[in-house]
């Protein structure tokens, strides 16, 4: 490790979401006795990764994360090089020739697996892909099949409320945000009436956010609907709720909402069921009509069993929200039940769980899609922390100029973009948006926060001039 000395110390980050950035912004301002040049790599031509293609587009606080990463990577002390596909475009040995350190942040983009007769079914469709559809996410079909009147959402989580509220919200309403034109076309002639959304367990053990769950009753023409019978507690439930500030405001929420009348006629319902366990999607055709569960209840720990009483519900579409998966990726063990990259602290281990030398992970590819985006900054901090700890046994890369990656990506054809490009990209989707607006709705005319581009060639033909 001679020659750091005299050079800084070349780190590559795999991702440019939110784990990618602040794993980078960490490690720039990290108490060190050396300099670091990084390079942040992402598969899309734009940065920003799970805010820009995962967070619901009428969640503008979330979407806001954007300004705090846009101003780390205008500092200009962190290089962000886009539309390159680890795997594809550089393999790990072009990586280790480069760079003397790799972080993977490549976070969870698929949707965790579930198991049961007719989830292969016509309609029968993972959130994760709606929500890369919904995100104008480059690589999935421009058009969404919406043409279920009932829609079945399975999971109790923050994505199955993301899910629910899409469907059930009218296009109109979501205009004002930077939905892509394809979706607004696509989500503007739903005949959707009603959307059910079933968790496995009671109100007291959902994995909403307080916040995420209030913001239900605020859609426009949309009934909440629940049902009493769903409302149990067990022993856990009671002391979960006396100890938990969130789980008892969310509680409150839900009993209030069955007290106090909800029904006002709306046009579009969105009813919310607990202690329902999906077994079956039934089909005609090939396509889903319907779904059972069977019913549970709650065991006294806050876990349940079944009852032996099914239930069917008239459905023709099912999403399946029940969390998502990190994608394995090439020449780094993967540990494929969790959809993580296996790691002690960041540290990436092989398959004999030893480490290997210079290469880590953070984010949700380090410890699975858990956890609100801010916690993302404290696995950052403990992987930086292992790889400054590490520095002086990282295997030193043997052509480590910066110009190097770029020569690499030029001869093999590789169209990368910049972060001056994104921004040429960023000013032409808020273009679009003032061009378009105001959008005409029933509410009123209404301004655009932006249009985003979503061909994957026209964003890097605008990012690249
Ligand atoms: P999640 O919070 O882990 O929720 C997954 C849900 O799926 C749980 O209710 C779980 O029930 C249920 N589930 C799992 N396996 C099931 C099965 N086989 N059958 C029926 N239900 C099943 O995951 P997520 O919703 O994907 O969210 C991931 C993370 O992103 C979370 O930290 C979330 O808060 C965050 N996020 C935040 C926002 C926001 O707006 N703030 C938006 C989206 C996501 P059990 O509890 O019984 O296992």
């Not at 053990?205 to 049902?227: A, G, H, M, N, W």
């Not at 002690?344 to 992970?361: F, I, K, P, Q, T």
């Amino acid at each position: 490790m001679s020659d750091s000395a005299v050079r800084p110390l070349r780190v590559a980050i795999i991702g440019a979401g939110p784990a990618g950035v602040y794993a980078a912004d960490i490690l720039t301002k990290a108490e060190r006795e050396f300099e670091v040049s990084i390079d942040l790599l992402d598969a899309y031509p734009a940065p920003y990764g799970l805010i820009r293609y995962g967070v619901a587009p009428d969640h503008p606080r979330i979407k806001g994360i954007v300004n705090a990463l846009h101003k780390v990577l205008d500092r200009g002390d962190i290089r962000f090089l886009g539309n390159v596909t680890y795997g594809r475009d550089l393999k790990l040995s072009d990586i280790r020739e480069m760079y003397d350190a790799v972080i993977f942040a490549t976070g969870a983009i698929k949707d965790a697996r579930m198991e049961i007769p007719g989830i292969e079914l016509e309609g029968s469709f993972g959130a994760a892909d709606f929500v890369s559809w919904y995100d104008g996410q480059p690589d999935v079909p421009r058009t969404w099949p919406l043409q279920a009147k009932e829609i079945a959402v399975l999971g109790n989580g923050n994505v199955a409320l993301d899910v629910a509220r899409v469907l059930s919200k009218h296009a109109e309403d979501l205009l004002v945000t930077e939905i892509p034109d394809n979706v607004f076309e696509g989500l503007k002639d739903s005949p959707v009436t009603d959307v059910h959304i079933f968790g496995r367990r009671g109100p007291a053990q959902v994995k909403f956010t307080p916040l995420e769950l209030r913001e239900l009753s605020q859609c426009r023409d949309v009934d909440i609907v629940l049902y009493p019978e769903d409302f149990e507690f067990d022993e856990a439930s009671d002391a979960l709720i006396k100890s938990n500030n969130q789980v008892k405001t969310m509680v409150n929420t839900l009993t209030n909402w069955i007290v106090e009348e909800q029904d006002t006629g709306a046009s579009r319902r969105l009813h919310l069921h607990f202690l329902h366990n999906p077994v079956e999607i039934s089909g005609e055709d090939g396509k889903v009509s319907g779904i059972k569960f069977e019913r549970q209840e709650l065991d006294g720990t806050g876990n349940v069993k079944g009852t032996g009483e099914f239930i069917d519900y008239p459905v023709q579409a099912v999403y399946r929200a029940i969390g998502y998966l990190g994608s394995e990726l090439a020449e780094v063990e993967y540990d494929a039940q969790r959809g993580v990259i296996p790691n002690e602290g960041g540290r990436v281990l092989d398959a004999d769980g030893s480490h290997v030398a210079g290469v880590y992970a953070t984010g949700w590819i380090k410890r699975g899609p858990v956890g609100l985006i801010g916690h993302t900054k404290g696995d950052a901090l403990e992987t930086i922390g292992n790889l400054l700890e590490d520095r002086l046994s990282l295997p030193m890369a043997s052509n480590p100029s910066e110009d190097a990656i770029i020569e690499l990506l030029e001869a093999r054809g590789v169209e990368y973009t910049t972060w001056d490009g994104w921004k040429k990209l960023d000013a032409h989707e808020i273009s679009l948006g003032e061009g378009a607006s105001p959008a005409q709705t029933t509410n009123g005319p209404v301004d655009r926060a932006r249009v985003k581009v979503v061909e994957r060639e026209e964003m890097v033909r605008i990012s690249r001039g």
